[in-house]
């Protein structure tokens, strides 16, 4: 625990800045993981300590995240840069004030004081507030934790309330459910009412980042993760939830900078944030070892099923659902980069996509324009139990891999990402995690993880680059004719698929279109060379 003095001084500004009663509330502050765990398991139903001493929690009713209920606040100062999800001032004070009024009525909250931005030059001060030890505890993995010699009580740059145990007022002008979350840029603060998945919190942060590195400081922030080798090469893997982020950037034979959110500045990549948050459905030693060894004491396992008397984890129990998750503090990878930066710039971009319906390559080189077209594309299959209500893989595009976190207009990251790529000439790749054969409705099978780290351990040790490619029709890639342990037939889609050549060029072309009519929307901001790199049908 921390000193009554800081812990006062906690207490004071909290009344100060949002009324919270100190005198009614039990206000834990930085609490440690022991002190969490054991009001978890006293306060919160569905809590208990796993065979391997991780934390399981439940999140409730809300099981992934709600991007149709989030919301940033309409203010003068930066309604023109804001592309997405409108909310009035006047909502956002009704909803502020009924989030610090649910927790004025707890017994306790918790708050935690963070850092989220490895490298300091660019750090902000994160505050979150909450009702659950369960919340707490994933923020203290998620974001940096202070040293005992920081003053990191000072005033916050960023304050989360979350109050997700409450519901929003359905009837509020402009809220779509009982769920609401919203960021007000100007104030900078995030209110959580109506949902207790804890993804939504360190995803606030991501959104935040997103407006305040690019118009403040000129740094590109991406929804990312990123690993160096042992030569000082970084690679950037981009990808929407599902798409292998976690698990490919988690390399034995490469450093782990970060797994999901990071910056490229002048001086290096830096991750944004201090833990990993992998999914667990099928997890396994053998086939994630760094993953599954991760989970234990201090980390937390979101909506697993476990035996009540062992407590050992069934991973393939997804009968809550299939989205379970683990947090866990990064230096529980052993091959993680402490402190989570390089000062190196990557030599590799990596779109990683989902596709279910088998058609797209296991992987293709692309050009300059090319990348640009598919970052602001952002084609995926959208995974089961990501988001609220997805329950079987559906087609889906993210501008920029991060669509429902973006503050500003696509086209803005994208024209920062193509400068930084040519200034430190990167190689660009898209890599299919996605299906093969057939697409996921006929039977189809999904590309076997193995190969796709083969692909990889290719494209970083700079064979794949020389390769001798082919092109793929219609998406104009160039794909390799040979890498060494993999079947042609997987590295050319038409080779492998399982039913009539002409059934795969109509579903080709179906997706093809579906490219097309998703960057109609873009088009009035993107350069001809752009538009030019998009799939052609003749």
Not at 264 to 273: R, Y
Request: charged residues 20%.
């Amino acid at each position: 625990m921390n000193s009554s003095r800081e812990s006062l001084n906690i207490e004071k500004e909290l009344m100060l800045t949002a009324h919270i009663d100190y005198n009614k509330v039990s206000i834990q502050y930085n609490p440690s993981v022991a002190c969490l765990y054991e009001d978890a398991l006293l306060y919160e139903h569905g809590s208990a300590i796993t065979s391997t001493g991780a934390l399981a929690a439940f999140s409730g009713e809300k099981t992934g995240r709600s991007p149709k209920d989030k919301r940033i606040v309409n203010n003068p100062e930066s309604c023109e840069k804001v592309w997405w999800g409108p909310m009035s001032h006047s909502v956002w004070l009704i909803n502020r004030e009924r989030a610090i009024d649910y927790l004025n009525t707890q017994k306790r909250i918790y708050v935690f004081d963070g850092y989220a931005g490895a490298d300091e030059r660019y750090r902000i001060k994160v505050r979150v507030i909450s009702s659950r030890a369960y919340h707490c505890l994933f923020m203290r993995n998620m974001l940096i934790c202070p040293s005992n010699n920081d003053n990191c009580s000072q005033k916050p740059d960023f304050v989360i309330y979350n109050a997700g145990s409450f519901p929003a007022n359905r009837y509020t002008v402009g809220m779509t459910s009982r769920t609401s979350v919203a960021i007000n840029l100007e104030d900078r603060e995030m209110i959580i009412l109506g949902t207790e998945y804890a993804g939504e919190m360190k995803k606030g942060v991501l959104t935040f980042m997103f407006y305040l590195q690019p118009v403040l400081y000129n740094v590109l922030t991406l929804h990312s993760s990123a690993n160096e080798g042992k030569n000082g090469d970084v690679s950037l893997f981009f990808g929407l939830s599902g798409t292998g982020k976690t698990t490919l950037s988690a390399d034995p034979e490469r450093y782990l900078i970060g797994d999901d959110e990071h910056c490229w500045s002048d001086t290096g990549v830096f991750n944004i944030e201090g833990g990993c948050y992998a999914k667990c459905i099928d997890l396994s030693r053998e086939k994630e070892p760094e993953i599954f060894d991760a989970i234990r004491f201090g980390a937390i396992l979101e909506n697993v099923i476990f035996d009540p008397v062992t407590r050992v984890v069934d991973y393939k129990n997804i009968s809550i659902t299939e989205n379970t998750r683990c947090a866990y503090p990064i230096e529980y990878i052993s091959n993680a980069k402490i402190p989570s930066l390089t000062d190196k710039h990557p030599k590799n971009i990596i779109l990683l996509t989902c596709d279910a319906n088998a058609i797209l390559p296991p992987v293709s080189k692309l050009t300059s324009d090319q990348v640009i077209y598919n970052f602001i594309s952002g084609y995926t299959s959208k995974m089961t139990g990501t988001e609220d209500g997805v329950t079987e893989p559906q087609p889906a595009f993210s501008a920029c891999y991060g669509e429902p976190f973006l503050v500003l207009h696509p086209i803005e990251y994208a024209v920062m990402l193509s400068e930084k790529m040519k200034k430190h000439n990167s190689d660009a790749w898209l890599i299919n995690t996605g299906w093969i054969g057939q697409s996921f409705s006929k039977g189809g099978k999904r590309c076997p993880l193995k190969y796709t780290r083969t692909i990889l351990d290719a494209i970083h040790s700079g064979e794949l680059a020389k390769a001798e490619y082919q092109t793929f029709p219609v998406f104009n890639f160039q794909i390799p004719k040979y890498i060494e342990g993999i079947p042609s037939e997987i590295l050319n889609p038409l080779e492998g698929w399982s039913g009539t050549k002409e059934e795969f060029h109509k579903n080709l072309h179906k997706l093809a279109n579906l490219f097309i009519e998703n960057f109609k929307k873009y088009a009035d901001m993107a350069t001809q060379n752009i538009l030019d790199a998009g799939p052609v049908i003749q």
